[in-house]
């Protein structure tokens, strides 16, 4: 395992390919430039702070947590001034994101959510109050809603999506499914797959 110090290198490394590679206005990225730096296979979407596969590949080569990776970054990224248009990229009008995400409850049961939005940061912070008041499934206090995965689609197909990968879901007892398209999982499941012209497949266990 790294330590901090060498896993806070690879990030500067990161955020360093992030601002070579980005545009003047500081939102996009040329993802195919760093994926060559890493030499990675993965698919990188689009936005720095929901692309759970350059973080993952971090998390990799430095054997460290990959919730430790996105926190690391992120209080990195809170030291650059085009932080606010990093963190909340917001989609064309006719778009949404489909997204998938998780939280632990209190009970230590492991809350696998997919669900659609606008604007990523917003929703996360609604999930946060909602799940920390809920009745049941209640949000663990040391715990917080984190994304596992993005994609950027047409309103209309975000809707579509989300539903035919839930009924998917249920059909393969990812877990016992609960309101608010929610999914308690007695066991992490090891990945899950969202399919939409293709299939996209989230290595979950290796990514918490």
Same mark, same amino acid.
């Given at each position: 395992?790294?330590?901090?110090?060498? &896993?806070?290198?690879? *990030?500067?490394?990161? =955020?360093?390919? +992030?601002? @070579?590679?980005?545009?003047?206005?500081?939102?996009?990225?040329?993802? /195919?430039? *760093?994926?060559?730096?890493?030499?990675?296979?993965?698919?990188?979407?689009?936005? $720095?702070?929901?692309?759970?596969?350059?973080?993952?590949?971090?998390?990799?080569?430095?054997? !460290?947590?990959?919730?430790? =990776?996105?926190?690391?970054?992120?209080?990195?990224?809170?030291?650059? #001034?085009?932080?606010?248009?990093?963190?909340?990229?917001?989609?064309?009008? @006719?778009?949404?994101? &489909?997204?998938?995400?998780?939280?632990?409850?209190? @009970?230590?049961?492991? *809350?696998?959510?997919?669900?659609?939005?606008?604007?990523? /940061?917003? !929703?996360?912070?609604?999930?946060?109050?909602?799940?920390?008041?809920?009745?049941?499934?209640? +949000?663990?206090?040391?715990?917080?809603?984190?994304?596992? $995965?993005?994609?950027?689609?047409?309103?209309?197909?975000? &809707?579509?999506?989300?539903?035919?990968? #839930?009924?998917? $879901?249920?059909?393969?007892? *990812?877990? +016992?499914?609960?309101?608010?398209?929610?999914? =308690?999982?007695?066991?992490?499941?090891?990945? =899950? #797959?969202?399919?939409?012209?293709?299939?996209?497949?989230?290595?979950?266990?290796?990514?918490?």
């Amino acid at each position: 395992m790294a330590s901090i110090k060498q &896993l806070d290198k690879e *990030i500067e490394r990161l =955020v360093n390919r +992030m601002h @070579d590679c980005g545009s003047t206005q500081g939102r996009k990225y040329n993802w /195919e430039q *760093i994926k060559d730096i890493y030499n990675s296979d993965e698919r990188l979407s689009d936005y $720095w702070d929901y692309t759970p596969e350059a973080f993952l590949y971090v998390a990799k080569i430095t054997r !460290r947590p990959y919730t430790e =990776v996105q926190r690391r970054l992120e209080k990195r990224m809170a030291k650059v #001034k085009t932080t606010k248009t990093l963190i909340k990229p917001n989609v064309a009008k @006719d778009k949404e994101y &489909l997204y998938i995400g998780y939280y632990i409850d209190a @009970d230590n049961n492991f *809350i696998l959510k997919v669900g659609t939005t606008k604007n990523l /940061e917003q !929703r996360r912070r609604q999930h946060n109050n909602t799940y920390r008041k809920a009745k049941r499934y209640t +949000m663990a206090d040391d715990s917080e809603f984190i994304y596992l $995965w993005s994609i950027p689609l047409s309103k209309y197909n975000t &809707l579509r999506f989300e539903d035919r990968t #839930k009924e998917i $879901w249920k059909e393969e007892n *990812i877990g +016992m499914y609960i309101r608010n398209d929610r999914f =308690v999982c007695e066991v992490i499941p090891k990945t =899950v #797959k969202v399919t939409i012209k293709k299939t996209y497949e989230i290595p979950i266990r290796e990514m918490i």
